[in-house]
């Protein structure tokens, strides 16, 4: 190598010229040269999202459903060659592939390393994506299709329980709704993990069955429109990899300086509050489509005046706007609905600006927890410094990846209305199935 290729920074040497990204830009085919509608389940939005961007060469996975489509439609998409010079890895478990996407993101930071597992594959990769959490590795993308974790019994539907599990591996974790926010999620989402100031890595997620094997209509856009997106947002990395660079994935320090790195950690997530919905706008003047946002206001009045807020995430959340205004009469309290998106970090400052107005907030939780709920522990954080605190009504329903019915929704509305009534502000919570309480009983 020419030594004037090499240049010398506090954090390493570059190597900039061991791997063109011309070249890599120019070897990309268009998977849709124009904006394109076709149905699509989600698992083929989140594959065409992935094939789509430019950065995105290398692909690594191993089969566990329910993301197992994710991975055949990347395989049949690269072997045909219509998408490039793309590769396709499989491995022997999940473990390999989280060592494989630590290895190839590191060796170049430009580019963007994906796959897409479920549960106990997610849980297979945990020394990996503990490591990559605070690594600044932010072209690292891992797509979560919601499966109930490694619990008895074994059940193969979505449930938010492998992801809620992983919270604390310092990922930024979304959850999406629907085929076209999943295929919107994942465009988006390098633009945020690979920001200079960011720089960590993104887990989109969906639910398994309910969004991964459910097709709706999807507008893709062309390849040559989110390629400029992007790159308004991606630029050359300003730190070093191992191929152009020489810097160490995995360092070991003693405890003065591991301080240091937590609070550096931290400093980074806290930008996302900021840089996220930056982004999320600059998506939606471009495509015309909602963009990013920590929480989306699935049935929400602009000036927050609510009696009952319901908090959920996921398809079912849908459900609860629709019989949001019939519910709102029956009971005379008016509601609103809110969809979680982004889960780590979580926005605390958000939700407090919403809820403010509140009465009651029913959180619905659909991931087994021994308290009172992953999520309504978050709401509950959220709403502890506001004057006048909300009543907080913690339901599980959904568990597993059951429907979350119209009488379910019923029940726990009149539950929250019948808890306002009485002034009690933390009720135990209640585990509801098909209309009916199953627990306590």
């Not at 698992?43 to 430019?54: C, D, I, K, R």
């Not at 993301?67 to 049949?76: G, H, M, Q, Y």
């Not at 193969?156 to 919270?167: K, M, Q, Y």
Request: overall charge negative.
């Amino acid at each position: 190598m020419e030594p004037s290729t090499i240049i010398e920074t506090v954090a390493g040497a570059r190597y900039d010229h061991v791997i063109d990204l011309e070249k890599v830009r120019a070897a990309h085919r268009a998977l849709a040269s124009v904006q394109t509608i076709r149905e699509a389940d989600g698992n083929a939005a989140a594959a065409y999202a992935s094939l789509q961007m430019w950065r995105a060469i290398l692909f690594a996975g191993f089969p566990i459903t329910p993301s197992t489509k994710w991975l055949e439609t990347v395989s049949a998409v690269v072997r045909s060659g219509k998408v490039g010079a793309k590769q396709i890895k499989l491995l022997e478990a999940e473990h390999a592939v989280a060592d494989y996407m630590a290895g190839a993101a590191a060796a170049c930071r430009d580019l963007i390393v994906s796959t897409a597992t479920s549960s106990v594959g997610l849980d297979h990769m945990t020394e990996s994506t503990r490591s990559l959490g605070a690594s600044g590795l932010g072209n690292v993308m891992l797509i979560n299709v919601y499966r109930a974790t490694a619990n008895y019994p074994l059940c193969i539907e979505g449930d938010p329980s492998d992801t809620l599990a992983h919270r604390d591996d310092g990922w930024i974790q979304v959850a999406c709704r629907g085929v076209q926010q999943i295929y919107d999620t994942i465009l988006q989402l390098p633009c945020l993990g690979m920001h200079p100031e960011i720089m960590t890595p993104t887990m989109p997620g969906y639910y398994g069955i309910k969004d991964s094997h459910r097709s709706a209509r999807l507008v893709m856009e062309a390849d040559t429109a989110i390629h400029t997106f992007q790159d308004r947002w991606i630029g050359p990395a300003q730190l070093p990899g191992l191929i152009n660079g020489d810097t160490a994935f995995g360092n070991c320090v003693t405890s003065n300086f591991f301080q240091g790195f937590k609070i550096n950690q931290r400093e980074r997530l806290e930008r996302v509050f900021d840089i996220l919905p930056e982004i999320g706008r600059d998506f939606a003047r471009t495509f015309g489509r909602p963009g990013l946002e920590v929480v989306e206001r699935a049935c929400w009045p602009d000036d927050d005046a609510i009696d009952l807020a319901i908090v959920g995430m996921g398809p079912d959340v849908g459900t609860a706007a629709a019989l949001a205004e019939t519910e709102s009469a029956r009971h005379g309290l008016r509601i609103g609905v809110l969809a979680a998106r982004l889960l780590t970090p979580f926005p605390d400052a958000t939700y407090r600006q919403l809820l403010r107005k509140a009465k009651g907030v029913l959180v619905l939780n659909q991931a087994h927890h021994f308290g009172t709920g992953h999520l309504t522990l978050d709401i509950t954080n959220a709403c502890y410094t506001l004057e006048t605190r909300p009543a907080v009504i913690s339901c599980f329903a959904g568990m597993g990846g059951a429907t979350v019915s119209d009488d379910t929704w019923r029940q726990m509305i009149a539950h929250a209305c019948a808890t306002i009534a009485k002034g009690e502000k933390l009720p135990p919570p209640i585990v509801v199935h098909e209309g009916v309480v199953l627990w306590p009983n």
